[in-house]
Each structure stands twice: as C-alpha cells, then as structure tokens.
C-alpha cells in the first residue's frame, strides 16, 4: 500500500476470484464486507457470470463495481460457458485455456485504472489460479494477495509447501486415499490444454504476491495457525470463514416465498435431511439412483436440491416412480433452491453434502451434522477433515444403499454440532 496512505482513508481493492460460484460467492461476500466499511470495491468476472451473482445489498451497492471482461471462446466448450458449472469436468481444462484469454482484457483495465486521474487500486485480490493477474499487479505496482478458499489448500499451508501439495493432486496419490479421488487425478493427469498444470498455476502466483489471505481462522484451526506466519516467505493473514451475511442475496429466500420454504414450513421440527451435493460435477445416473434408493429405504423425510446429469433423458434422471413413492415425506427439486434459507430452517435436522468448503461452512453455521459424499477436488480433504472433527459421518462407498441407509439414520438420530461463532469466523 501506498506509504501516504492514511490507515484510515477508504481503500479501492480489486477483488477477482475464480471462474467457479463456489469462489464467486464467498469473494461477493468479501466484497459487500469491504464496502460496508467504507471501502470500494471493483468485483471482476465474465458477463454471465456477474449476471447470475445475487444482488448485492442496496446499502453497499454504490462502493461495489462489477467488471465485466468478456472470456474468449475456446473450441470444444459449450457455448456460453463461462463458470464451471457450465463445463463438464473433463473440459476443465479447456476452460482454464479461455480463462488465460483474459490475461490482455485484464491488464487494460489495470491500465485505466492506474491511469492519471484515476483512482489507483490499493490492492488486488486473486486466485490461485491467477498467476498472470498477480504479474499485471507486479506491473502496475500494485499490492497482490493471493486468495485461498478450500480446505485441500489449507491443508496444503500446514505442510507449509502449496506447490507440492498441488501437484499431488495431478502426481500418484498417497496410500490410503479413496479410490473416486484416484480416479479423478488419474483423469487430470492426462488433461493439459491449457499448457499448465495446477502446481504451476498456484506456485507462480505465490511467487508474484506480496501476502497469501486464508479463509479460515485460529478459533476454527487452533493446531495449524501458529505454524502460519509465512507461506513460501509471504506472510499469513486469516479472514475468518466468511459465513454468508443473513442480510445479503445469497441464497436467501425472502418472506419466505419460496415453495422449498414453504414445503418445509409444512414438516415436523427437526425431520428433513437436506440433500445438495453442489453445482460444480454432478452425479452419475447410476450414482443417482443409488442415493435415491438410500433415503427412501432410510424412511426419513429429505428435500434434494438435484442437480440433473447432462444428456440423460428428464425419465430416467431418478428410478421408476420414485417419487410418486416417497411423495408426501420427499421433494426433489431440480432449479435453484435457497440453500441458506433451508439450512436455517427449524425442519431441517442434518445436511447430506458433497463437502464443499462453502456448503461445509454454511452447514456448520447452523448446527447440522453432516452426512458426507466428496466428489471432487478439495471435497474428499474436507469431508475427512470434518469426520476427524467428529461433525459429520462419511458413508463407505462400496457398501452402497445399505450404507447410506445407516449414514442417513444416523446423521438424522444426532444432536446438532456447535456451529462456528459469528464473531470468530468473520
């Protein structure tokens, strides 16, 4: 920051997270959060993607300023595909590729707001994966704090080396890790479109930042955080976990007008198992149906917000007549739902989750033991992570709707877990 900057003269920080809502989402908070100090805020994305942010709070409103910067298209993606959930997961790649195509739109609009006359940003915050922003801000002398969301990053802080943990997510996996994990690093090892592997996208843009910023807290990591004081020679700051603010859009449903809500409203007190297994990578058919089949042997009431496999027929997306079968205790819903709206709600008694680390954060937030299916990426970290918390159960893959019949009892049996302090998780 520049030294003629009072400490208490509003900043204008530059906030750019991933192409994904999981990081799309918490760094809107960050930025409502920021403005509502005082500061402003310029939030950078693709159109579409700024276009499906919820609105931000009107209070704020006038400090928060969305930069739109069109993605270039990349042959093989679908039209239109400008965040993950708009990509099946073995054209990541390709999307990181268009994602590099904003290098140049980026750097002109460091350059306008660098120019003279203009109000010169005091800070970037970027991604990991944001090597080439974190050099325009070298460029533009500009301060650069790298942003880490997931917890496999955090777990990678503790060992104190980022770019080794990265490559283990491409590299042979360790002994012990279950087999869906080695399957996926099986597959990203033979993805590399973009011409450069996760490990280097995040050890390059360690390298360029002047300080690493962690979504997480000493009260929620006691044992690691004083081992953090640097990273890779950066120093180490917590932002606390960033729960969603209860005043803000993020899925929030209002006066409670939304039929999930009031589908709930109808249901006895601590009865419904919430199931949300993310919008990032959906399930298989097959792995459908086998949830399917567990919650209605489990006999206990659930609401699944589903995401639908793409290119299967609306038909055969759940098993025949299933839910003519479970109508009256089940509702799957398969558009948006107000996920915070439902966690907070009093007929909710635990969340099956794909362990996300935003819906693992939401999901803590408001007391609910989780019952764990990872997918993908940070998830499967996080669900043990979780499990060694003893706020969740992970159900064994290869014992299946028996298994998840257990799980879902279980979880559903439990008293809810303490949920993280609004004052210590930021």
Not at 250 to 259: F, L, M, P
Not at 287 to 293: G, Q
């Amino acid at each position: 920051m520049d030294n003629s900057s009072s400490s208490s003269s509003p900043l204008h920080v530059v906030i750019f997270p991933w192409l994904a809502f999981g990081h799309l989402l918490p760094c809107l908070d960050l930025a409502e959060r920021l403005a509502s100090r005082g500061h402003r805020v310029s939030f950078v994305s693709t159109p579409r993607n700024i276009a499906r942010l919820p609105p931000v709070r009107p209070a704020v409103a006038p400090l928060v300023d969305f930069v739109a910067l069109p993605l270039p298209h990349v042959e093989g993606l679908p039209e239109g595909a400008e965040s993950t959930n708009d990509v099946p997961y073995e054209k990541f790649e390709l999307h990181r590729k268009a994602f590099d195509g904003l290098a140049a739109p980026f750097s002109e609009f460091m350059d306008a707001a660098c120019a003279e006359g203009a109000k010169k940003p005091d800070w970037i915050i970027v991604d990991v994966f944001h090597h080439w922003a974190s050099a325009s801000a070298i460029e533009h002398k500009v301060p650069c704090a790298m942003l880490v969301l997931a917890a496999a990053t955090i777990t990678a802080i503790w060992s104190a080396n980022v770019a080794k943990q990265a490559a283990s997510w491409e590299g042979e996996p360790e002994a012990g890790t279950p087999k869906f994990e080695v399957e996926r690093r099986k597959l990203a090892r033979t993805l590399r479109e973009s011409g450069m592997s996760i490990a280097e996208r995040v050890s390059l843009t360690l390298q360029r930042c002047n300080l690493v910023v962690i979504r997480s807290c000493l009260e929620w990591e006691p044992e690691s955080f004083p081992q953090l004081a640097t990273l890779g020679g950066k120093p180490v700051v917590p932002l606390g976990l960033l729960p969603p603010s209860p005043e803000g859009g993020r899925g929030v449903s209002k006066d409670g007008e939304d039929a999930t809500v009031r589908w709930l409203d109808a249901q006895p007190a601590k009865s419904v198992v919430y199931v949300a297994l993310g919008s990032e990578v959906p399930l298989r058919t097959e792995h459908v149906h086998e949830l399917a089949l567990g919650l209605e042997l489990a006999g206990t009431r659930f609401l699944w917000a589903l995401r639908k496999p793409s290119g299967v027929p609306e038909a055969d997306v759940l098993p025949p007549e299933f839910e003519e079968r479970t109508r009256g205790c089940g509702l799957v819903v398969t558009g948006w739902v107000p996920q915070i709206s439902v966690l907070a709600h009093g007929a909710v008694v635990a969340f099956l989750t794909h362990c996300g680390w935003n819906s693992t954060i939401e999901g803590l937030l408001f007391g609910h033991p989780l019952i764990m299916l990872p997918i993908f990426g940070d998830q499967g970290p996080n669900a043990r992570l979780m499990e060694g918390r003893q706020v969740g159960v992970q159900p064994c893959r290869c014992g299946g709707t028996k298994t998840m019949v257990r799980s879902t009892e279980m979880a559903s049996r439990r008293q809810s877990v303490p949920s993280p302090s609004r004052k210590k998780a930021g």
